[in-house]
């Protein structure tokens, strides 16, 4: 016992140091000690480290892979040509719910231009679907035209106009096609039409204001057809829709002078057009230096224009898009210095009072007419084409031009005002005849 295991002849090779057999001081094993815990502290630090560092690395890949992932999709609908409405809104609602995956990324410029681009593209796939859904449901119309009833082609005609602009973006076909259609309704609508007023104020017992609103709307239907067609040279179209309008006229004359009796006057009531919410629903022109136009306590008062201004002032009432005033009776108290011209059935703004269109009356205290500063009594009736203006209490020859079929049937009415002319209005009320 405790002899080397080792054979002598081996043992005696290991070399021999000074001390080697000397045991070890407390200080130098505290350091020993010490060193191997260090050098434990420093591995289990470094497998920490290790592990973080792989940890956080593992992390980062999951993090660009879940935004690389994110952009692959979104680019796979980007380049997806005929991608449908459903995917594109479901790639954009997925972009604005997940910002995570993108906002603050180097690709965040990416995925917004993908966005605008899906965006762009889902609002013209969704404006191509309308145009189609209004164009089939328009050409099934047309192709049934001869048992639609005007009402449905009316509106039909309506929707085409509405599509008509911009639609060569979906195929340089459609405007061609489209202007044919709206001309197969006009063909079969601009006597149709007609021919339906008529047959309704012939029926016994029909309502007199239904009838005149069956020939009212047949007026403004077939004027607008023959406008469209002097717009588009149609001339043949022009020539027979005018033939047919002149005819129409015509027999709405006879038919309102018919029902509109004196004892059908009186039924519609007054309404006065200086007083109460129609004070304020006075047009009048805002550029024209020095011209002025107010209603006070009842009183309509116009001043001209500056002097030397070698402008005219309008002011108007009843003429905007949503009135529709056509046949009537208007009493008036006024006196003039000057002459201000009286216009019916003006267009609405931003059209100016035109005598080719609408007929036209002076209000002079010049030439023999009334004299200045004075009242007088006015009355005026309008009905289909005819118009008679009179001044009850004077010795003046009415006013009663022939029917022209060419001037506006409904529209408002106006007041010309030029340099030196001074308007004033007292009384005003009206009665819409429909």
């Known amino acids: 016992m405790g002899e080397s295991l080792l054979p002598v002849s ?28 260090a050098v434990v502290i420093a591995s289990v630090v470094w497998i920490v480290i290790s592990n973080e560092k792989a940890d956080m690395k593992a992390k980062q890949d999951a993090a660009a892979k879940l935004v690389s992932d994110f952009l692959g999709e979104l680019e796979r609908v980007e380049k997806e040509e005929n991608a449908s409405a459903e995917t594109m809104t479901a790639a954009i609602t997925l972009i604005d719910t997940q910002p995570n995956r993108w906002k603050g ?105 239904q009838a005149i609103a069956k020939y009212a709307a047949a007026e403004d239907y077939v004027r607008k057809a023959v406008e469209d067609a002097k717009r588009a040279n149609n001339k043949p179209d022009e020539l027979a829709y005018t033939e047919t309008f002149k005819s129409l006229l015509v027999e709405a004359d006879e038919f309102y002078n018919k029902v509109m009796t004196p004892e059908f006057i009186e039924t519609i009531p007054w309404k006065d057009l200086l007083g109460g919410d129609m004070a304020s629903r006075w047009s009048k022109s805002t550029n024209v230096p020095g011209f002025a136009c107010r209603v006070e306590n009842g009183i309509l008062t116009i001043s001209p224009p500056d002097a030397g201004s070698k402008l005219q002032g309008v002011a108007a009432i009843l003429d905007q898009q949503s009135d529709t005033l056509r046949n009537f009776v208007l009493e008036m108290e006024f006196s003039v210095e000057g002459i201000a011209t009286m216009f019916f059935h003006v267009a609405p703004p931003p059209g100016s009072p035109d005598n080719r269109q609408s007929e036209s009356f002076d209000l002079s205290s010049k030439d023999g007419g009334v004299k200045a500063g004075d009242k007088y009594q006015f009355r005026c009736r309008y009905v289909g084409s005819q118009i008679r203006i009179e001044f009850p209490d004077q010795d003046i020859t009415p006013w009663e031009p022939n029917p022209s079929w060419s001037k506006r049937r409904k529209g408002g009415i106006a007041f010309l005002i030029p340099e030196g002319t001074r308007l004033r209005v007292t009384k005003m009320k009206i009665r819409e005849l429909r």
Do not use: C
């Not at 130098?28 to 191997?36: E, F, N, V």
């Open 10 to 37: 081996q043992a005696n090779r290991w070399p021999r140091f000074p001390g080697m057999d000397e045991p070890l001081d407390p200080t130098t094993k505290k350091g020993l000690i010490a060193a191997g815990i």
């Open 105 to 209: 990324e180097v690709s965040e410029p990416h995925v917004l231009r993908i966005k605008a681009k899906l965006t762009a593209r889902l609002d013209k796939k969704k404006a191509k679907g309308e145009f189609d859904a209004v164009f089939t449901a328009a050409k099934a119309t047309v192709d049934a035209i001869a048992a639609t009833p005007s009402e449905q082609l009316i509106a039909t005609k309506q929707k085409l106009t509405d599509i008509e602009i911009g639609s060569e973006i979906w195929d340089p076909a459609y405007p061609a096609q489209i202007k044919e259609m709206k001309s197969k309704i006009d063909n079969v609508l601009v006597t149709k039409m007609r021919d339906e007023a008529k047959a309704f104020a012939a029926v016994s017992g029909s309502s007199p204001r």
